[in-house]
């Protein structure tokens, strides 16, 4: 609760250090490489939300992707030039009160994390009353409604052709910025009041409600914030690829954040985000996994999906060896 | 200030307690005993509204001119309106610090927002700075000042049990509910709490309703006694009452 | 009278499709109710199964009929083998942490089908026997679509005998009833939890080879969606019950398929069709159609 000196001090560097870095890595980096950064940025926002539901609060959600879809489809439709969105719209064409639609940057990633922030409010409303699996595989269920039903609605998201030429306003800065915003956000909430009765939940509900705490707001609330991000991240995700398509969004998405967010430490925002940084450069570094490599004199054969066998043990090998410590043990930050 | 009748709980097809009626008059300190497995805690449960009771009413009054029915509130509005407790087999935030544990009592009475939280706009920060000067202030009633930034379940178990108090006494009770707070105390402890009740009772203007197995402690502390076996209400009266009923007696030793 | 003979195909192929989600949902179901978790690897499992089957049949020179037979065996050998390495040392831990497990279990299965059977999608070899169409009146059905009822029926007969009159059964039951006791009773828990995924497994086997002789088409993520919706199934029909799992089978096999033939215009929302009935149901009535009331103790 008080606010350490030396702590703040010290994250203060390093911001500063990384500030640095990114603007090396901006300066001197291959565009490929500057990507990769860009991405893991994005990442960290994303670790970083759903630490907040499943680390800080104590739920289990799956429902990541949907809520990065909403996002990333909120960014593409509100930022795609006007001309762009008939090229797109061959099918049927959009919505009309979308069609004369385009707007900056900010504004459309701001729409995109409420958008999915209400959608989290909207969905966690019924479903938070559930418990831990129930509650996963319900948050999962919405999931994949919301991807179903995105493949389906032709005049509003171009189905399942996605959309293409979304604008590339998504750089390193953005990316990072966002992530900055996030850390930020995620330190000070669970620093004050409200952070602490997120933690009284995942710590014990009955005592927590005892002490007059209502579960059922604050998990909205909780639940709410990480939709928000996520969100915003998917809109982040959306602007730096260019072009989206509902597939993305499959649970296997979920799943890589799970990931970092399991090696990063339930509950831990640090190192929610160096697993994110890692993570993101080793899904890039082991892709030579999936890839054949062309040594010149021998041809190596790259075998398909063993990049996501390696991810899959590494998961099972840190639940395995960190038992009860990867998710009871909360570092605080 | 509390009023249950009638109160009856079953689980399944096994009745918990029945027809059970207390009163509880302001300012006084009343104690619930009674064999393991009578029902006490349950009838705690209920009036903190954990379970809901297959019938019967429970009144509350902090000020003399309102009241409230708390059968059908949730626990977190009944913690509102002043009714706090304690848990029997302690239930803490066991991976939060000392401070923490004490300082998440106070969030019931937030004012403030969660954006205000967020953007630690001053009106916030005035509250937190007050819900932690009260969290100390707590905890150096209950002695635990020296262990605020400890674990709380690193803490030796008597000093959890003076944690929960301390953190039920955050959420600013008028009605306090004791499950056992005696529970593995030596005499020379037990004769510390007692005081520490009533200097709390005292200090808080509190009310107090405890369950307590150390007849020492009971006899010493309540003005009035319930005692319950098999889920009824056998006698209550005054402590000197209660040592001389019959039936308090047998239910205790057993005798048929 | 035409109608009558669509609505009939349209039943039959329902019953099918219910029968298979039935078998996927007991592997679901026994598991939960004994270990209270959800299997997430399961749907992977009965992917396994599909791929042993395909393999036996094309590089090995048994008759089909005995690697019907011993595939579904080989598959429930690898049910037990996950509980041993992924589960079993998860089992006094919290209960998030051994979900995270099954899901990286999910996922470690999924990409080593991948990187084992290829991404590309292949064709199950369907024997010729199995591979008829009969008309009865207006109807013309594929022979499968009998087939499979009529198997999943005596595969449940003799599960039903196994549960309820065998020792080991027995055992299983009153594990699933009371964890904690069971365990002190002198039932060796370690056994019966590797006899319930070995059954489960196998009967996710057996629905894969009639999934492949339904649906032809083999890919490593196949089980993914099947293995979700016979979750549901067994949701629904109340989570550790056997009979509950059955129910929700086929009552989710035949809503899907009734959905798509009176409704048309809703074909594309086929998929989400198990997931608003899973919400429904949570919100409703969380203990399922057939599950018993769940009380929380404080």
């Known amino acids: 609760m008080k606010i350490k000196e030396k702590s703040s001090v010290t994250l203060l560097i390093l911001l500063a250090l990384t500030i640095v870095g990114l603007f090396l890595a901006n300066k001197f980096l291959d565009s490929y490489k500057i990507r990769i950064i860009t991405l893991s940025g994005i990442y960290i926002t994303l670790g970083l939300s759903m630490n907040l539901i499943n680390g800080f609060t104590g739920m289990f959600s799956l429902g990541h992707a949907g809520f990065m879809a909403i996002g990333a489809y909120t960014v593409g439709i509100l930022t795609m030039p006007i001309p762009m969105k008939e090229m797109n719209f061959f099918m049927q064409p959009i919505a009309p009160f979308l069609a004369n639609v385009e707007w900056g940057f900010l504004p459309a990633l701001l729409a995109a994390g409420i958008i999915a922030g209400l959608a989290g409010f909207v969905i966690g409303a019924p479903v938070l009353r559930l418990t831990d699996d129930y509650l996963a595989i319900a948050t999962l269920g919405f999931a994949e409604i919301i991807r179903v039903v995105f493949t389906n609605t032709q005049s509003l998201t171009n189905g399942a052709l996605g959309l293409k030429g979304i604008p590339n306003y998504t750089n390193i800065w953005w990316s990072w910025g966002i992530a900055f915003v996030t850390i930020w956000f995620m330190t000070v909430l669970m620093k004050g009041s409200y952070g602490k009765a997120f933690l009284a939940i995942r710590e014990d509900e009955v005592a927590a409600r005892s002490m007059g705490i209502n579960l059922f707001k604050h998990k909205v609330m909780s639940f709410s914030f990480g939709s928000f991000f996520a969100g915003v991240a998917g809109g982040l995700l959306a602007a730096l690829l260019g072009t989206i398509d509902p597939n993305m969004f499959r649970i296997s998405l979920t799943f890589n954040i799970l990931l970092i967010v399991v090696l990063g430490g339930l509950g831990n925002i640090v190192g929610t985000a160096v697993s994110a940084l890692v993570v993101t450069i080793m899904m890039e570094a082991l892709r030579f996994l999936d890839e054949s490599i062309n040594l010149g004199f021998i041809q190596l054969k790259g075998i398909p999906g063993m990049r996501m066998v390696v991810f899959s043990v590494i998961l099972i090998a840190v639940v395995l060896i960190r038992r009860e410590g990867a998710l009871r043990k909360a570092k605080r930050v | 200030m509390l009023n249950i009748e009638n109160l009856t709980m079953k689980f399944g097809g096994v009745t918990a307690c029945s027809n059970f009626s207390a009163k509880i008059k302001k300012g006084q300190i009343v104690g619930l005993i009674g064999p393991n497995g009578a029902g006490k805690t349950t009838i705690f449960n209920v009036i903190t509204g954990v379970y809901k009771p297959v019938e019967g009413q429970i009144t509350f009054n902090p000020k003399d001119h309102k009241q409230h029915l708390l059968v059908g509130l949730r626990p977190d509005q009944i913690a509102k309106l002043g009714v706090c407790r304690t848990f029997q087999n302690v239930r803490l935030f066991s991976e939060l610090s000392v401070l923490e544990n004490v300082f998440i009592g106070n969030h019931l009475r937030i004012r403030s927002n969660v954006f205000s939280a967020v953007f630690r706009l001053p009106s916030y920060g005035a509250e937190e700075k007050a819900m932690y000067e009260k969290s100390c202030y707590l905890l150096e009633k209950v002695g635990l000042q020296d262990a605020k930034d400890e674990k709380a379940c690193s803490l030796p178990y008597g000093m959890q049990r003076r944690l929960e108090i301390a953190r039920a006494l955050a959420t600013d009770p008028r009605l306090l509910l004791l499950d056992e707070p005696a529970a593995g105390m030596n005499p020379q402890e037990t004769g510390e709490l007692t005081r520490f009740i009533r200097a709390i009772k005292e200090e808080f203007d509190l009310t107090i309703f405890l369950i307590e197995h150390h007849m020492d402690v009971i006899m010493e502390i309540s003005e009035r006694i319930y005692v319950l076996d098999h889920g009824i209400l056998i006698a209550h009266g005054n402590p000197g009452e209660i040592q001389r009923n019959e039936r308090v007696v047998e239910a205790y030793l057993g005798v048929e | ?242 009979t509950g799992a059955v129910t929700g089978g086929f009552i989710l096999g035949l809503g899907e398929i009734m959905l798509v033939a009176l409704l048309p215009r809703l074909t594309g929302y086929r998929d989400a069709f198990a997931f608003v009935l899973l919400i429904i149901i949570l919100l409703v009535k969380p203990s399922g159609i057939m599950g018993d009331k769940i009380t929380e103790k404080v």
């Open chain 3, 1 to 242: 009278m035409g109608d009558l003979s669509i609505f009939l195909q349209h039943l039959a192929n329902g019953v099918s499709l219910g029968s298979l989600y039935a078998l996927i949902a007991i592997g679901y179901t026994m598991v939960y109710g004994i270990l209270r978790l959800i299997n997430f690897a399961h749907g992977d499992i009965f992917m396994l199964g599909v791929y042993i089957t395909f393999y036996g049949i094309l590089y090995t020179p048994l008759p089909w009929w005995l690697v019907f037979l011993i595939a579904p065996a080989i598959t429930g050998c690898i049910g037990i083998l996950l509980e041993i390495t992924a589960y079993k040392p998860l089992r006094e831990s919290p209960r998030i942490t051994i979900l995270i497990s099954a899901i990286g279990a999910s996922f470690l299965l999924q990409n080593l089908g991948i990187v084992i059977f290829g991404g590309r999608p292949r064709a199950f070899p369907v024997p010729k026997l199995l591979n008829q169409v009969v008309r009865l009146g207006g109807v013309s059905i594929n022979i499968v679509a009998f087939i499979i009822p009529i198997i999943t029926v005596l595969l449940l007969m003799g599960l039903n005998y196994f549960i309820n009159k065998t020792k080991t059964g027995m055992a299983m039951r009153a594990l699933a009833k009371d964890y904690d006791t069971a365990s002190l009773m002198g039932i060796d828990i370690n056994r019966i939890i590797s006899i319930t995924f070995f059954l489960g497994s196998l009967l996710a086997a057996v629905g894969g080879i009639m999934w492949g002789v339904r649906y032809p088409q083999l890919m490593p993520l196949m089980g993914t969606m099947p293995g979700l919706k016979s979750f549901i199934a067994a949701v629904i029909g109340g989570i550790g019950n056997i």
